[in-house]
């Protein structure tokens, strides 16, 4: 293992005393800035360079950031409390600043001459991350980058970006490479606004092209396993990342996966939130079509729809909060136990998000057929949500029946082996 992170250079924190309780203090307190900010973040097709800059001052970027470098270190379920917070009065905004700040984790697996390049002298680190829609030619000294990457949510506020794309064969015949990783920097990429959805729109999650840019070898590394994949065999060996060990804190040496799937769960719990806050407005403001002088809220059938909603979006928020308690214990008994955080661990701690965003979602679509007509228009508060909700849940880690299945065979040969070799003893 490297030697303790207490004994290198360090970028000094912001504000050394932060604590999780203030930082999501400060999430909420921003809920009425974002919800007045909605419809114009919609029409830009992206967060505000206002609202940018008060995440920043706020310190959400560098919550999951290692504290060496310039980030507060905090937890799992701190990132995930504050990104839907965020999320609730605007999941664009959520979606930006959850899809960058999250991104440091990633980052932390990184050999550490490239960790301390991007977040230079301040710490300043946003970056987007997408798939492999990239080629990268090995020249002399490193490579040579061509591509586009799609759904690059948070590109107008990045600071960098971590574009992935396989290497170039020999020959024009050749099959593709190993898939490899690059940092970019900001002024390395061109954005192609071709972001045109039903929701999130205001995530501005466009295209990034890079045309023949030279990387050099420090700022490339080889993909280890595939995040997003449901095969096991695909799940990377932290141990082999090259930042392992570099940190003393566990949790980078866990999985980036399931940090992945929960910056999509946290969200979705914030929109879900959100659009049970609008739901409440409107049984305020409405009366009943056959009672006049009762409103909506006064009314048992409403009162039954808002309860129901309000315990689905609770059971998955406390669930959310479960799997990332769950994911910091694994991450120490991997690191103080010896006890591998396998393939199937992670499968058991996706399931559990990917169950979260289902229940968030059955939610938003039970408020918005209950809600009525007028708060369907373009412009209503509520059909932003219902729209937001019903795009992020396209995304393709949520068809939660694959992995369903790939869960259930996993563990059923495992547990099958195990009975056939107790029987042999």
């Not at 029409?43 to 310190?59: C, L, M, Q």
């Not at 799609?150 to 020959?171: E, K, M, W």
């Not at 995040?227 to 570099?246: T, V, W």
Request: overall charge negative.
């Amino acid at each position: 293992m490297a030697p303790s992170t207490e004994r290198r250079r360090s970028i000094p924190v912001p504000e050394p005393d932060l604590t999780p309780r203030e930082m999501l203090r400060r999430a909420a307190a921003m809920r009425g800035m974002l919800l007045a900010g909605q419809a114009d973040c919609e029409a830009n097709k992206r967060i505000s360079d206002e609202t940018n800059e008060a995440f920043v001052k706020a310190g959400f970027y560098r919550i999951l950031q290692p504290r060496r470098f310039g980030g507060y270190e905090f937890d799992l379920p701190t990132f995930a409390r504050v990104m839907a917070e965020v999320s609730r009065g605007c999941p664009s905004c959520g979606w930006v600043v959850t899809f960058t700040a999250g991104h440091t984790h990633v980052l932390a697996k990184w050999a550490e001459e490239a960790q301390a390049e991007a977040y230079g002298r301040d710490g300043e680190f946003r970056s987007p991350l997408s798939g492999g829609q990239g080629t990268a030619t090995p020249v002399e000294g490193g490579y040579v980058l061509n591509g586009a990457w799609n759904y690059a949510s948070g590109c107008d506020v990045a600071t960098h970006f971590i574009a992935s794309a396989r290497l170039a064969g020999p020959g024009p015949d050749a099959p593709p490479g190993d898939m490899y990783q690059f940092l970019i920097r900001r002024d390395q990429f061109e954005i192609v606004d071709n972001w045109d959805m039903l929701g999130m729109v205001g995530s501005g999650s466009k295209c990034i092209v890079v045309k023949d840019l030279f990387v050099p070898a420090r700022l490339a590394r080889q993909r280890l396993g595939d995040p997003f994949s449901l095969n096991p065999a695909d799940a990377a060996d932290e141990h082999a990342q090259p930042g392992f060990g570099l940190f003393d804190n566990p949790m980078y040496a866990g999985p980036s996966s399931n940090v992945l799937m929960c910056e999509i769960a946290a969200v979705a719990v914030g929109t879900a939130w959100g659009a049970l806050d609008a739901y409440e407005e409107i049984l305020f403001r409405r009366t009943m079509r056959t009672d006049p002088g009762q409103s909506r809220a006064d009314n048992h059938e409403f009162q039954r729809y808002y309860g129901q909603a309000f315990a689905l979006i609770r059971t998955a928020e406390d669930a959310l909060a479960g799997c990332t308690e769950r994911y910091m214990e694994y991450c120490r008994q991997d690191m103080e136990e010896g006890v591998r955080f396998t393939a199937e661990r992670i499968q058991e701690i996706t399931l559990v998000e990917q169950q979260v965003t289902r229940l968030c979602g059955e939610a938003v679509e039970l408020l918005a057929r209950t809600g009525g007509s007028t708060d369907a228009r373009p412009g209503a508060v509520l059909q932003r949500y219902f729209r937001d909700m019903a795009t992020l849940r396209t995304h393709n880690t949520l068809q939660y029946d694959r992995l369903q299945e790939v869960f259930g065979r996993m563990y059923l040969t495992r547990r099958k082996d195990e009975l056939r070799a107790a029987e042999d003893a």
